[in-house]
């Protein structure tokens, strides 16, 4: 069983940045797919970013360009660097793994626990 620890959520106000990372256990190196997925209070979860184990990424239209993903599978981190954020990125975010680079969270079956990212005008 994959397990998944999301950090490095917190408050920023418009046009700040976060960064956030996710630690995995060891069996998460051999995943082919990682990515970060966000949910707002009476809104479906949605996919931001993901991915593979060789590099390739895939990023929801609403990035903008704003969001970068990054993997270490030597350490087994994951890490999402999020720039000029507006109030609508306010959401818990989610760390998860799975074996498809998709943006579609039925695509994953490991999930972190999720750290509130909270975005102010």
């Known amino acids: 069983q994959v397990h998944l620890v999301e950090s490095g959520g917190g408050s920023v106000q418009a046009g700040g940045s976060l960064t956030l990372s996710c630690s995995g256990s060891?069996?998460?190196?051999?995943?082919?797919?990682m990515g970060w997925f966000r949910q707002a209070p009476g809104k479906e979860r949605e996919g931001v970013a993901a991915i593979s184990s060789y590099g390739n990424t895939r990023y929801g239209d609403f990035t903008e360009g704003r969001f970068t993903i990054s993997r270490d599978n030597a350490r087994k981190t994951l890490t999402l660097q999020m720039n000029n954020l507006k109030p609508e990125d306010t959401a818990v975010y989610y760390c998860?793994?799975?074996?498809?680079?998709?943006?579609?969270?039925?695509?994953?079956?490991?999930w972190g626990q999720g750290t509130q990212v909270t975005v102010s005008s």
């Open positions: 998860a793994a799975g074996s498809v680079l998709a943006l579609s969270p039925g695509n994953y079956n490991s």
């Open positions: 060891p069996e998460t190196s051999g995943l082919f797919a």
